[in-house]
């Protein structure tokens, strides 16, 4: 009966060493999962990061037609109006402009 409270105390230091080991590995596990966490983050941050550009990209190309279009429209218009310009000059209202316009019909 003597040797019986050595041995639990011997086997209270042998598990106090292994729950040593244990929360060790335990700690450097939870460390290991939480910068891959972090890593994990990082990455769908650079995501967004890469969508945000490619949407602002698509924006700009956007904005761009839209001005494209703008400017042919503004040039469509300049063009009518040099007809209309044309067709409203005294030149034309000339009997001998009338002549010439019919000769080359």
Do not use: C, N, W
């Not at 409270?5 to 080991?21: N, T």
């Not at 460390?31 to 890593?39: F, G, I, N, S, Y």
């Not at 490619?54 to 904005?63: C, I, K, T, V």
């Not at 310009?85 to 002549?99: A, K, M």
């Amino acid at each position: 009966m003597s040797e019986h409270p050595p041995k639990k105390k011997k086997k209270k230091k042998v598990a106090y060493e292994h729950d040593q080991e244990t929360r060790g590995a335990a700690r450097e596990g939870r460390e290991r999962e939480r910068e891959r966490e972090r890593e994990r983050e990082r990455e769908r941050e650079r995501e967004r990061e890469r969508e945000r550009e490619r949407e602002e990209r698509e924006r700009e190309r956007g904005r761009e037609r839209e001005r494209e279009r703008e400017r042919e429209r503004e040039r469509e218009r300049e063009r009518e109006r040099e007809r209309e310009s044309i067709l409203q000059s005294p030149l034309l209202s000339t009997p001998s402009f009338i002549i010439f316009f019919l000769s080359l019909a």
